[in-house]
C-alpha cells in the first residue's frame, strides 16, 4: 500500500532556481529515503536520513526530516537541467523489515 | 560499488505467454531482493520480498501463483510472470540492499522490465 503523498505532484522551474519537493507519511518509521527516476528507467539513491536527524546534506541536494509532522522535504539548489525527473520519497516502518513504501512522486522538469 | 542488472529491459510478447525476468546483484551480496510494480506516471508498488533460499512474501492482492519468485543464489533472483495477459503489462523493477539490516540501507534498483502483453 502507498504511504506517502507528495506535493506538488509536478513542478516546473528555469536552471539555476531551486526546487523543493514534500513528503508527508503516516505510520512510525526507522528512515526515510530519497530516490531519483529518469523515465523509463530505474531508481537511484540520493540520501537517506534516519528517524533521529533532522536534516541532511549531500551536495546540492537538502533533505529534512520533521517526525512529529511526518513529513520531508527535499530540496535541490542551482538545479540543472540534468535534474529533470521524478523524485519519490520513501520510508521503512520502525519495525525494519526493509521493506520500502513510496510516496506518489513528484515529476520535476527544469527548463535550461 | 552497489550495481543491479535487471534482464530483459524490454518483453513483447503474446498473451498466454510465460515471462521470467532476472534481477542480479552483480558486486555484493543480496540476501533479500525486492519486486515493484509501476504503471504509467505512477509510483511503485512492492509485489513481494525475496528472501535467498526460502519462500518469497508477497503483498497483499498479489497472486503468488501468478508471479512466481525465485532467490536461488545470493546473486540472482527471478521473477516469472505466468500466463501473461494483457493486464499484466506494465513495468517491472528489481531491488536489492547489500549488508546490514536490509531497512538501514539503501536500495539499489536495475533498470526495469517493460512488459507488453499483446
Known amino acids: 500500500s502507498q504511504q506517502g503523498e507528495e506535493d506538488p505532484q509536478a513542478l516546473s522551474i528555469q536552471e539555476g532556481e531551486n526546487a523543493t519537493m514534500n513528503c508527508s507519511y503516516k505510520?512510525?518509521?526507522?528512515?526515510l529515503q530519497w530516490y531519483r527516476q529518469n523515465s523509463g528507467r530505474g531508481l537511484v539513491h540520493l540520501i537517506l536520513i534516519r528517524s533521529n536527524e533532522r536534516e541532511k546534506h549531500s551536495g546540492r541536494l537538502r533533505v529534512t526530516l520533521d517526525t512529529s509532522k511526518k513529513s520531508s522535504s527535499l530540496l535541490i539548489t542551482a538545479s540543472r537541467a540534468a535534474d529533470t525527473a521524478s523524485y519519490f520519497c520513501a520510508t521503512v516502518s520502525s519495525s525494519n523489515t526493509g521493506k520500502l513504501i513510496f510516496g506518489q512522486g513528484t515529476t520535476l522538469q527544469v527548463k535550461p | 560499488g552497489a550495481v543491479v542488472s535487471q534482464h530483459p529491459s524490454r518483453v513483447i510478447c503474446k498473451s498466454g505467454t510465460s515471462v521470467k525476468i532476472e534481477c542480479r546483484s552483480l558486486d555484493f551480496q543480496a540476501t533479500t531482493m525486492f519486486w515493484y510494480r509501476q504503471f504509467p506516471k505512477q509510483s511503485l508498488m512492492l509485489m513481494a520480498t525475496s528472501n535467498e533460499g526460502s519462500k518469497a512474501t508477497y503483498e497483499q492482492g498479489v497472486e503468488k501463483d501468478k508471479f512466481l519468485i525465485n532467490h536461488a543464489s545470493l546473486t540472482l533472483s527471478t521473477l516469472t510472470v505466468t500466463s501473461a495477459h494483457p493486464e499484466d503489462s506494465s513495468f517491472y523493477i528489481c531491488s536489492a540492499s547489500g549488508g546490514g539490516r536490509s531497512g538501514n540501507q539503501p536500495q539499489h534498483f536495475g533498470d526495469g522490465t517493460r512488459l507488453s502483453i499483446l
Open positions: 505510520t512510525s518509521i526507522n528512515n
